[in-house]
């Protein structure tokens, strides 16, 4: 499915995300997909990548940060 449905302010930003997203590590770029597209529980993640969840925490909040940042340069 591509982008022609979609109103062109939303294209826009959509295009803006994905290349910010692109431009992000692995890590930061893995840890946004699963908790925000995939839906995986902090619980569940935390689990998966050996982390505690205040560590879970503190990377999605710098990984959130940077693409912020990112945005905010494109």
Known sequence: ?????????????WIRVQSAMQRLTDEDRGLLVMIHLEHWSHDELAIQMNLSKDRLHVKLHRARMRLKKLLREA
Do not use: S, Y
Request: no cysteine.
């Open 1 to 13: 499915m591509g982008l022609d449905h979609m109103e062109p302010e939303n294209r826009e930003r």
